[in-house]
């Protein structure tokens, strides 16, 4: 077995290993992903509900579950719910697609396109142009004119939205790294 490089980590380090090797065991993805078999098999067994990866047998001394991959969702890994069944994207997830899809765009026209509040979009917004996703193209004119935003398709790092975190950083999910830390005792 050639040793995979530059495993993602989590459940994104699971899928990569599956879609390589075709065949896979719980102690093989352990080689690459640390993450305990508990929590990897939780992701199998959703997997396999998905009707994504199925069992094909027992391998090894231990006679460790063999599974086998039987539909291939590309390099994007499926986000399932515990009964197989894809997961609705959530609203970072809304909005970051409308951004893109857009390209130039207020608060009002995310908020509307992505079903969300006017305060929610608001705050997405803020938080990606802190992290430098976007930028101002034309300031906010009182309540007369919102400000207009431009997507910056260089920072495009994927179809995963980035993430505000309880500290306030702004974390890709796509190339697993934060872009925007805030300073010590900033909110």
């Known amino acids: 077995m050639n040793k995979l490089k530059n495993i993602k980590p989590g459940r994104d380090g699971i899928w990569q290993i599956i879609r390589e090797y075709k065949k896979v065991t719980i102690p093989m993805i352990q ?43 590309g390099i994007h890994r499926p986000i399932l719910n515990a009964d197989g069944t894809k997961r609705k994207a959530g609203a970072n997830q809304r909005m970051w697609m409308c951004i893109k899809a857009l390209g130039q765009f207020n608060h009002k026209q995310v908020s509307l396109a992505a079903v969300v509040s006017d305060s929610n979009a608001k705050t997405y917004l803020r938080f990606l142009e802190r992290a430098k996703y976007i ?12 400000t207009v935003y ?18 306030k950083s702004v974390y890709d999910l796509n190339i697993h790294k934060v872009m925007y830390q805030p300073e010590r005792g900033a909110a």
């Open 31 to 73: 080689e690459y992903v640390s993450m305990h078999s508990t929590s990897i098999k939780t992701y199998l067994l959703q997997l396999e509900a998905g009707g994504y990866i199925a069992r094909d047998g027992y391998v090894g001394k231990l006679s460790a579950v063999q599974y086998i991959l039987i539909k291939d969702n």
């Open 150 to 167: 431009q997507f910056k398709e260089s920072n495009n790092t994927g179809y995963r939205a980035p993430q505000i975190r309880k500290d």
């Open 135 to 146: 930028f101002v193209l034309k300031k906010a004119k009182a309540s007369l004119s919102p």
